[in-house]
């Protein structure tokens, strides 16, 4: 039996913690909202909005004025519905199954349409306003442009009729192929609102916005373009805490497989943080964290739950202290070539929030 003492202990802090700035979001989704010019930015909340929270980041966008969601499956729709209404949420992976159409159609969540088999299926089910997604060169999820005359999606009460860039953050021909495909399948099925855009393809211009962009990356501070670089803001930010100090000597070797070896006397600290919480090894080589504007060098391999820091710039480091953790993405996906999809949709729950 549980003693009064302990029933009333109190769970200390974390020693790794995320703080996610919802001013930053918000002016960020404003932002890809003006920039789609006449269309209406909705937003990808899909991976638990990339990782930072549906709970924090969903009633920020919609404060924004954000009134479209998108989400990957029927568990992130269902966790979505808490938060919003749900004629406001799209499932982009469709409905495979009668039990997905059923609970779509309970639910009155918008289900994606991406094949003839998904199209028969919400049919019979009893159908009800759906999404179609084309896929117009990225051939992941979609219906093929030779299809949309198909009796199957002739039947379909489609609001928008969709498609997603394959290549929207770089400048090659696959952008313009798809822009004329999308618009080529447009005038031969029915639907009332059209979307193409994703982050990147609204920096590409009106040409692509339609009258729905969908942001995703960009509105948790990735910069999927160049034009959108000084204007989107940082919304994650990290630390981590001090567990340990010691004082090495010439010839001590650090971390698994004793890559970092001292050459010379040195202190250092070992801190809260590993690939458990998003901070993959590919990080190490080269990153710093920050102690008061200093740089202290990671030294040896990331661990799952432990990185060591040089602590030769900040001697009155002490254990307990918190060090922050360079997350602007760019920057980040730049010194470790893991992509800023990847760095954000990778950090660890474990990582509470900080006010």
Request: glycine letters at 10%; proline letters at 5%.
């Amino acid at each position: 039996m549980q003693s009064d003492k302990a029933g009333s202990a109190i769970l200390p802090p974390s020693g790794n913690e995320l703080r996610v700035d919802t001013s930053a979001l918000q002016d960020n989704w404003r932002l890809l909202d003006r920039l789609s010019g006449s269309a209406s930015a909705g937003a990808a909340v899909k991976a638990d909005c990339y990782g930072l929270g549906v709970s924090i980041c969903v009633p920020a966008l919609v404060e924004a004025g954000c009134q479209s969601f998108f989400v990957a499956n029927w568990d992130e729709a269902d966790e979505l519905s808490h938060y919003i209404a749900p004629g406001q949420i799209a499932v982009l992976q469709g409905p495979v199954t009668r039990q997905e159409a059923h609970y779509a159609r309970d639910m009155g969540i918008v289900p994606v349409i991406n094949s003839l088999h998904q199209a028969r299926l919400w049919a019979e089910c009893g159908g009800g306003t759906c999404h179609l997604m084309i896929d117009t060169g990225i051939n992941r999820l979609g219906i093929h442009p030779s299809e949309v005359t198909d009796p199957a999606i002739a039947a379909l009460d489609i609001d928008i009729a969709m498609s997603h860039l394959a290549s929207g953050d770089e400048d090659g021909p696959m952008n313009a192929r798809q822009l004329a495909a999308y618009r080529d399948s447009l005038g031969s099925v029915r639907h009332r609102r059209q979307s193409l855009a994703n982050s990147a393809g609204i920096a590409l211009g009106a040409d692509y916005s339609f009258d729905l962009t969908r942001p995703g990356l960009a509105l948790y501070g990735g910069i999927p373009r160049r034009e959108l670089e000084g204007q989107i803001k940082q919304v994650a930010y990290l630390r981590a805490s001090v567990l340990q100090t010691r004082n090495l000597k010439p010839g001590d070797a650090v971390g698994y497989n004793g890559e970092f070896v001292a050459s010379e006397p040195m202190r250092v600290g070992t801190v809260s943080i590993g690939y458990a919480d998003g901070f993959l090894r590919a990080r190490g080589p080269g990153e710093a964290f920050l102690f008061e504007s200093k740089r202290l060098p990671l030294i040896g391999k990331v661990s799952m739950d432990m990185v060591v820091v040089d602590l030769a710039d900040a001697p009155d480091v002490k254990e307990g202290d918190w060090l922050d953790v360079p997350f602007d993405l760019a920057n980040a996906a730049r010194q470790s070539s893991v992509s800023q999809y990847e760095l954000l949709t990778v950090l660890g729950r474990r990582l509470r929030h900080w006010s």
